[in-house]
Structures are given as C-alpha cells and as structure tokens.
T-cell receptor, first 113, second 114 residues
Framework: DSGVTQTPKHLITATGQRVTLRCSPR?????VYWYQQSLDQGLQFLIQ?????ERAKGNILERFSAQQFPDLHSELNLSSLELGDSALYFC?????WGTGELFFGEGSRLTVL | AQSVTQLGSHVSVSEGALVLLRCNYS??????LFWYVQYPNQGLQLLLK??????LVKGINGFEAEFKKSETSFHLTKPSAHMRDAAEYFC????????????FGEGTQLTVNP
C-alpha cells in the first residue's frame, strides 16, 4: 500500500461526458503528479502540483483540467470525452520537491464507450 | 529534452537465470535516473535511483543498476530471477529543476518461466 488513494478504481462512461478523478496523496506529501497510461502512448505526464500551485504541464489536453485543494487532495477533470481518452490515470505524490521518488496510487481505469 | 529508451518491450527468462533489462538515456547534463516496477493491477513502485553518488546502485528485491556514462546506459540486473519478479519495468529520468516529474521509458514486460 503506497498510501496514495485514488477513486474511483473503475469508470465506464460515454463519449461527450465529463468525469472527475480524485486523488489523496500520502500524509505529508505536498507534491501531486498525474500520469496517463495507455497501450499506444505509454506513461505520459499530465500535470504537476506543489502545495496547491500548478508547477508544470505535460501532454494534457485542453479538455482536461486539474487542481489541488488546500487539504492537498487533487482532482483531475476530463470533459467532452472521446474514445481515445480510455486509459489508466495514475496519481502520484512525492515526499520532497526533487527526490524523484514517486508514490503511485493504484490508478483509475477509465473506459469511454 | 531528456529521455530514456528501453531496448526490448518483452524479455523472457527462466527462473534462476540472470535478468538484464536495458535502458539508455539521452541527456546533455548528468541525469537523475530511476527504475520503477509495476506489478499487475498496481501502481508503479520505485526499485532504485541514481543521483551521481555511486555508479552501481542497489535497489529492492535484489535488483541493481550500473550507470555508465560512456555508454549512456543504466541497465537493470538481477543475478537470479524469481517468479515474483514477473512485472513491467520502467526506466525514468528527471531534470534537476523539475521537482520529481519523471519522463518514463516505454516499459519492458518481464516474464519468468518455471
């Protein structure tokens, strides 16, 4: 158990819909990272937060947005969903700013039909 | 941009045999390099990391990796494979200024045959 909690674990929805994925980092970790894992793209970095502030964006679509709240949990919002958005979405937290040690949740598997 | 390339998307070994998973990095500055493992239906877990303190890095579960600047490589090895080592392994790199944001390789699926 990494200490990072993601909900929901599985989500099936239709094209055009909007979903919210939630992440609770490990106690005390200020940094949260979102990654997308798919068979054709591998693990892609989406967005990074540190203590409530956005620090970096990766390959995140404009239809996607995220935020980190004062209690440090984070949400990833995916809207106008397309078939190609089907993937495993991971949240990870880090105990320090630059250790490179990420603690991953078990992921939220999104299926868009 | 920094990146890593993993050679071989699938590697199959017999139980007790040497495990060698290859990773080459592309970086204009000394990199921070990592190996992560993903067991089925789980998130990724850190195996080991290189941060320039020593070229041979020992990790968990008997794995180790050697940083070779001349070859721009950071291959992962284990002398004797166990069935429980069957998983997907990812090499990753980060920039010093990027926090813990990692760029991952494509992954190598390790199969261990009895």
């Amino acid at each position: 158990d990494s200490g990072v909690t993601q909900t929901p674990k599985h989500l099936i929805t239709a094209t055009g819909q909007r979903v919210t994925l939630r992440c609770s980092p490990r106690s005390g970790d200020l940094s949260v990272y979102w990654y997308q894992q798919s068979l054709d793209q591998g693990l892609q970095f989406l967005i990074q937060y540190y203590n409530g502030e956005e620090r970096a964006k990766g390959n995140i679509l404009e239809r996607f947005s995220a935020q980190q709240f004062p209690d440090l949990h984070s949400e990833l919002n995916l809207s106008s969903l397309e078939l190609g958005d089907s993937a495993l979405y991971f949240c990870a937290s880090s105990p320090g700013w630059g250790t490179g040690e990420l603690f991953f949740g078990e992921g939220s598997r999104l299926t868009v039909l | 941009a920094q990146s890593v390339t993993q050679l071989g998307s699938h590697v199959s070994v017999s139980e007790g045999a040497l495990v060698l998973l290859r990773c080459n990095y592309s970086s204009s500055v000394p990199p921070y390099l990592f190996w992560y493992v993903q067991y089925p239906n789980q998130g990724l877990q850190l195996l080991l990391k290189y941060t320039s303190a020593a070229t041979l890095v020992k990790g968990i579960n008997g794995f180790e990796a050697e940083f070779k600047k001349s070859e721009t490589s950071f291959h992962l090895t284990k002398p004797s494979a166990h069935m429980r080592d069957a998983a997907e392994y990812f090499c990753a790199v980060k920039r010093e200024t990027s926090g813990s944001r990692l760029t991952f390789g494509e992954g190598t699926q390790l199969t261990v045959n009895p």
